[in-house]
C-alpha cells in the first residue's frame, strides 16, 4: 500500500487548508484511515480516524476545527482544518489501518505533508 499526503502549505493563522490523501489498491474501501501529526521536537499525535463506512473519531482537542472525510470511489481521505493557529505546525501524515473499525490500528504511512501556520 502506499500513500501520497498533499495539500499542505504556508498559511496566515484563522485560514484554512484542505488535505488529501491518496492510497494505493483496489482494497482502499476495507479498511479504517486515519491523520496523525508530528510538530517539532514532539511526539506524534492522532488527528482524527475513520471507518472504513465513514465513521469519525476525533482527538479530544481536535473536535471541531478537523474534519475526516473519505471517498471510497476515489480511494482518498481527507482533513479539512479550519481556524488555523500557529501550534498546528506540524508534519501531517495519513495512515492506512488494519481493519475497517477505527480503532484498529494503523499501519501504513504515508510521507507526510507540512503544514506551516504564521501568526
Known amino acids: 500500500v502506499q500513500l501520497q499526503a498533499s495539500g499542505g502549505g504556508s498559511v496566515q493563522a484563522g485560514g484554512s487548508l484542505r488535505l488529501s490523501c491518496e492510497a494505493s489498491g483496489s482494497t482502499f474501501s476495507r479498511f479504517a484511515m486515519s491523520w496523525y501529526r508530528q510538530a517539532p521536537g514532539k511526539q506524534r499525535e492522532m488527528v482524527a480516524r475513520i471507518s472504513n463506512r465513514g465513521s469519525t473519531n476525533y482527538a479530544d482537542s481536535k473536535v471541531g476545527r478537523f474534519t475526516i472525510s473519505r471517498d471510497n470511489a476515489k480511494n482518498m481521505v481527507y482533513l479539512q482544518i479550519d481556524s488555523l493557529k500557529p501550534e498546528d505546525t506540524a508534519v501531517y501524515y495519513c495512515?492506512?489501518?488494519?481493519?475497517?473499525?477505527?480503532?484498529?490500528?494503523?499501519?501504513?504511512w504515508g510521507q507526510g505533508t507540512q503544514v506551516t501556520v504564521s501568526s
Open positions: 495512515s492506512q489501518h488494519a481493519a475497517g473499525w477505527w480503532y484498529s490500528h494503523p499501519i501504513y
